[in-house]
């Protein structure tokens, strides 16, 4: 049962030993989600919080899914499902890689308990790698800039971070085209 294997994902110790700040799981989901997001890992503020997207990053994801808080945090319309649940420290130019345990432990047991997943939003070249393999580009500008080649089961993004700022001006066609289309799909889903 879906709330029985979240309890047991927030539990979790398995990588404990190699997080600053300890393990604190972050997952939301509802055997009928209609959407999965597919992200990196909770930031430090999220791990602060208990919750994930609650920082810069999910204000700007919540823009681009053009949606509210409300809409983005019941899990009937958006399982939240990271590559790694919880916050993998600080490296040189933003948060490490999720750890690598994650994702082979809990994501099959997830998909399993899933009934109505309408589409999939992959955010991030981690979560992309994973779950498109040898279908994802050389690079992640590629990747989101060929997103109706993974349409209808997958939308492709790239980390909403402010730190993606530059990515965002140096690419405008991601606003004025991928995120239009995004928005149109998520308002027909929910």
């Known amino acids: ?12 110790r ?17 055997k009928n989600s209609k959407i999965v997001l ?14 994930a997207w609650m920082d810069a990053s999910g204000k700007r994801l919540r823009e681009w899914l053009g949606v509210d808080e409300d809409t983005f945090y019941n899990p009937q319309n958006f399982a939240i499902m990271p ?13 490490l890689p999720p750890r690598p345990e994650c994702a082979p432990t809990w994501h099959d047991l997830l998909w399993q308990e899933f009934k109505n997943v309408e589409l999939v939003i992959l955010i991030g070249a981690y979560a ?50 991928v995120l239009l289309e995004l928005k149109m799909k998520i308002n027909t889903i929910l």
Not at 86 to 91: D, L, V
């Open 83 to 95: 590559m790694g649940f919880c916050y993998p420290g600080k490296g040189k130019s933003g948060d």
């Open 14 to 30: 398995i990588c404990e030993a190699h997080l600053p700040l300890g393990a604190r799981p972050i997952s939301e989901a509802h």
């Open 128 to 177: 992309q790698k994973q779950y498109l393999k040898e279908q994802a580009k050389r690079t992640l500008t590629e990747t989101v800039a060929n997103y109706n080649n993974y349409l209808p089961k997958y939308f492709v993004l790239p980390h909403p971070s402010p730190r993606n700022r530059f990515w965002l001006t140096k690419n405008p066609w991601f606003e004025e085209e």
């Open 38 to 51: 597919l992200s990196q890992a909770p930031g430090r503020v999220a791990h602060q919080k208990g919750i």
């Open 1 to 12: 049962m879906m709330q029985d294997l979240l309890l047991e994902i927030r539990q979790c």
